[in-house]
C-alpha cells in the first residue's frame, strides 16, 4: 500500500472522527469530572485506555483492507448511535450517552470497510461496554444479595476459627464492635470491573484452547467474589485487633487494591495450574 492512499483514506475518515470527537468530548469531560471520581467507576479511564489502544493496534489490518462499505448497516447503526447520544444527553442517561459511541465506532467501520473491519475490532468495541455505569435497579437488587451472602460466608469462617462472632443481617458484631456490610463491601462492581480486566487477560494471551478459555472465563465471577470475602474477613480482623479507626482509615482504603491483587493472583494461579496439567506429558510418553 502506498503512502498517498493511506493517507487518503486516513483522510477520508477524518469528517467522521471530528463528529464523533464534538459528540463525546463533552461527555469524557463530564464523567472524568464526576462519575469517574468514585471509586466503584474508577476503571472506567483504564476500559477506555485499552480499547484505544486496542484499536490502534488494528490500524494497519484495516488500512490493509480493501473498500468494501456496508452502507445500509453502517446508516442503520448510526442512526441507533445518534439516537441513544441525544436520547442519554438530554435525559442525562450515561448509559444510552456514553453506550451510543459502541454503534457510532461500529458505523464507521462499516462506512469504509464492511464487516471484515468489525470482526477484526470486535473485542475492542464490546469490551467499551466495561465502561458503561451498571443500571441501578440491577445495582440495588445485586447489592442486597451480594452483601447478604459475603456476610455470612465471613461469620461462618471467622466463627469456625473461634472468634466472637455473630451477625444480624448485614451487620457483623465481633468483641465490641460493630461493623456494617456497606455497599461499597458488597463487591459487586470490583468483580464487573475484574470481570473486564480478566477477560482482557484471556484476549491477550490468545489461548487457542476453549476448554481453557471457558474455564478461565467462568471462574473470574468466583474468584473475584472470594476475594472480596476475604477483604471483609480482613477488615472484620483487623478491627478485631486494632480497632475501628485503623480499618476505616488508609487500611480500608487500600483493601480495595488488596482485592484485585488478589483476585488476579488467583486467576493467574490457576492459569498456570491449567498450563501445567495441559502440558503434563501422557502416560509413556517421554518429555
Known amino acids: 500500500m502506498t503512502v498517498a492512499l493511506r493517507a487518503f483514506r486516513l483522510a477520508d475518515f477524518l469528517p467522521l472522527l471530528a463528529g464523533s470527537a464534538v459528540l463525546f468530548i463533552p461527555t469524557y469531560i463530564s464523567l472524568f469530572n464526576g462519575l469517574w471520581q468514585?471509586?466503584?467507576?474508577?476503571?472506567?479511564?483504564?476500559?477506555?485506555?485499552?480499547?484505544?489502544?486496542?484499536?490502534?493496534?488494528?490500524?494497519?489490518?484495516?488500512?490493509?483492507?480493501?473498500?468494501?462499505?456496508?452502507?445500509?448497516?453502517?446508516?442503520?447503526m448510526l442512526v441507533l448511535g445518534c439516537l441513544c447520544y441525544v436520547l442519554g444527553r438530554s435525559q442525562d442517561i450515561v448509559i444510552l450517552e456514553l453506550g451510543a459511541q459502541i454503534p457510532i465506532i461500529t458505523a464507521l467501520l462499516l462506512f469504509h470497510w464492511g464487516w471484515r473491519a468489525v470482526k477484526i475490532c470486535l473485542f475492542p468495541l464490546l469490551f467499551l461496554i466495561f465502561m458503561l455505569p451498571l443500571p441501578g435497579a440491577f445495582?440495588?437488587?445485586?447489592?442486597?444479595?451480594?452483601?447478604?451472602?459475603?456476610?455470612?460466608?465471613?461469620?461462618?469462617l471467622l466463627y469456625g476459627l473461634g472468634y466472637p462472632v455473630a451477625r444480624n443481617g448485614v451487620m457483623l458484631n465481633i468483641g465490641q464492635y460493630q461493623l456494617l456490610v456497606a455497599d461499597a463491601c458488597s463487591g459487586l462492581h470490583s468483580m464487573f470491573s475484574l470481570t473486564a480486566m480478566g477477560l482482557l487477560y484471556l484476549y491477550l494471551m490468545g489461548y487457542r484452547?476453549?476448554?481453557?478459555?471457558?474455564?478461565?472465563?467462568?471462574?473470574?465471577l468466583p474468584i473475584a467474589f472470594l476475594a472480596n470475602v476475604i477483604r471483609v474477613i480482613a477488615l472484620v480482623l483487623i478491627t478485631f485487633y486494632q480497632g475501628n479507626e485503623a480499618a476505616q482509615g488508609f487500611i480500608h482504603g487500600f483493601a480495595g487494591i488488596f482485592l484485585f491483587i488478589v483476585a488476579l493472583l488467583g486467576l493467574l494461579s490457576i492459569d498456570s495450574l491449567i498450563g501445567l496439567v495441559g502440558n503434563k506429558p501422557k502416560s509413556g510418553v517421554s518429555k
Open 38 to 76: 468514585a471509586d466503584e467507576q474508577a476503571h472506567g479511564p483504564i476500559v477506555l485506555a485499552m480499547s484505544i489502544w486496542l484499536l490502534w493496534s488494528r490500524r494497519e489490518t484495516l488500512l490493509a483492507l480493501e473498500a468494501r462499505p456496508a452502507s445500509l448497516a453502517a446508516w442503520s
Open 209 to 220: 484452547s476453549v476448554l481453557r478459555n471457558l474455564t478461565l472465563a467462568m471462574l473470574i
Open 139 to 156: 445495582v440495588d437488587a445485586a447489592t442486597a444479595t451480594l452483601k447478604l451472602h459475603v456476610s455470612t460466608i465471613a461469620e461462618t
